[in-house]
């Protein structure tokens, strides 16, 4: 401790931290750069400068054992083609095969849907007093895109976004997690992926059903049913929820300062910054679980194998020796984040999250110049692996 009269702490699953972790993480990148919790038994490390260097190290920092922290702390064994959850060589052979499925080309390819989904979500609403940025549209739209891209039909779509939401809950305490959440998670895709082997489509989940991955001798395999499950509840999953709490967390920035929101209004050719930079004010993902694989040094200590770390890109991005003013919501900023990660990990998805949010605010901002948000009747969505709003609605009249 020090230079404070109360001993900072930083605790994952405490909901007042996690309603506003910002003023916990400052203190801990001035006090504890390399931070200790003995109730879970995990470090962390706050500054922009070591956590961009912590993310891409992944021969120090591992993510085979989970990414998020109820995954990692459990010691729940995390099942192969979850790529999020692997460590090379075998998260560069699936990576690569991803990649040749998820890029930007065909993301870019489904702008005009994604239109089209914003705008049946928001004309209903133009008479109303106001809408939900979250269950109206952040939970609604991307749910139809990933469930489009994959080749799930709409009937489908909200029971396996419910049933991942249940999955993804958390409460106050570690060691609440499902032992079966993999097998549960990856289930739910079962039927739609058995009626897709004999009903081919211009979809991803056809693409895998079809891809090959080459292995590390050279040799071609098609991919094990199991592991084209894996992959299409990933995407699913990742898809549909980071892109809800960015909408969330956007409309939330525009409602609080109006002038920024104006020139937005103005002139749509800014929206592309007000996503980056609410993407690094308010991230959606802002904590990623790392397991240590080899001694480290770190702040005169030694972090030893087998530690659990938290690498918070969150307070990075937050960070006052990186950014100028970095409390300050500013659309104009620039600079970058590290809130889609960096090296292997960096996101496969994030041209879709970027062109969603925009998309999903020229239609917003079209309609309505106006809105103030609703905080009597808002709340916060409690899950293990995202951060930000389960409902923001917000007055337009």
């Given at each position: 401790m020090t230079g404070s009269a109360v001993e900072v702490y930083y605790d994952p699953y405490d909901h007042a931290i996690d309603d506003d972790p910002y003023p916990v993480w400052r203190r801990m990148r001035s006090e504890a750069p390399l931070y200790y919790n003995d109730k879970y038994n995990f470090y962390a490390l706050s500054r922009y400068d070591d956590v961009a260097a912590a993310l891409p190290d992944w021969q120090t920092y591992r993510s085979g054992h989970g990414t998020t922290a109820d995954i990692l702390f459990s010691g729940i064994e995390v099942p192969p083609g979850i790529l999020l959850f692997e460590d090379p060589p075998l998260h560069d052979l699936h990576r690569r095969l991803l990649s040749r499925v998820f890029t930007p080309r065909r993301m870019l390819a489904v702008e005009d849907m994604v239109r089209e989904y914003c705008c049946s979500a928001l004309d209903p609403l133009q008479d109303a007093d106001g809408f939900d940025f979250v269950t109206d549209l952040g939970a609604f739209m991307p749910m139809r895109t990933i469930g489009y891209l994959l080749g799930i039909p709409e009937e489908g779509q909200q029971q396996i976004r419910d049933i991942n939401d249940?999955?993804?809950?958390?409460?106050?305490?570690?060691?609440?997690?499902?032992?079966?959440?993999?097998?549960?998670?990856?289930?739910?895709?079962?039927?739609?992926?058995?009626?897709?082997?004999?009903?081919?489509?211009?979809?991803?989940?056809?693409?895998?059903?079809?891809?090959?991955?080459?292995?590390?001798?050279?040799?071609?395999?098609?991919?094990?049913?199991?592991?084209?499950?894996?992959?299409?509840?990933?995407?699913?999953?990742?898809?549909?929820?980071?892109?809800?709490?960015?909408?969330?967390?956007?409309?939330?920035?525009?409602?609080?300062?109006?002038?920024?929101?104006?020139?937005?209004?103005?002139?749509?050719?800014?929206?592309?910054?007000?996503?980056?930079?609410?993407?690094?004010?308010?991230?959606?993902?802002?904590?990623?679980?790392?397991?240590?694989?080899?001694?480290?040094?770190?702040?005169?200590?030694?972090?030893?194998?087998?530690?659990y770390m938290l690498l918070l890109n969150g307070s990075a991005n937050r960070d006052d020796a990186h950014f100028p003013d970095p409390d300050r919501f500013d659309i104009h900023r620039g600079g970058g984040h590290l809130s889609f990660g960096q090296g292997i990990h960096f996101c496969l998805?994030?041209?879709?999250?970027?062109?969603?949010?925009?998309?999903?605010?020229?239609e917003v901002l079209r309609r309505w110049p106006d809105w103030t948000v609703d905080y009597e009747n808002a709340s916060r969505a409690r899950t293990s692996s995202v951060r930000g709003w389960a409902r923001l609605p917000v007055r337009t009249r």
């Open positions: 249940r999955n993804i809950t958390v409460g106050n305490e570690a060691g609440d997690i499902s032992p079966t959440i993999f097998a549960e998670t990856i289930g739910m895709f079962a039927e739609y992926i058995e009626w897709r082997a004999t009903h081919p489509s211009d979809d991803l989940m056809t693409d895998l059903l079809n891809a090959e991955v080459e292995e590390a001798d050279g040799t071609r395999r098609p991919l094990e049913r199991t592991e084209v499950l894996a992959y299409t509840a990933m995407v699913a999953g990742a898809g549909n929820e980071t892109t809800a709490r960015l909408i969330g967390f956007m409309g939330q920035l525009l409602g609080e300062h109006p002038d920024q929101r104006h020139e937005l209004v103005a002139d749509p050719a800014l929206i592309p910054g007000a996503v980056e930079e609410t993407l690094r004010y308010e991230p959606p993902s802002p904590v990623q679980a790392r397991y240590v694989a080899r001694d480290v040094e770190l702040y005169g200590r030694t972090v030893t194998e087998g530690s998805g994030s041209a879709l999250a970027r062109l969603e949010a925009r998309v999903a605010f020229e």
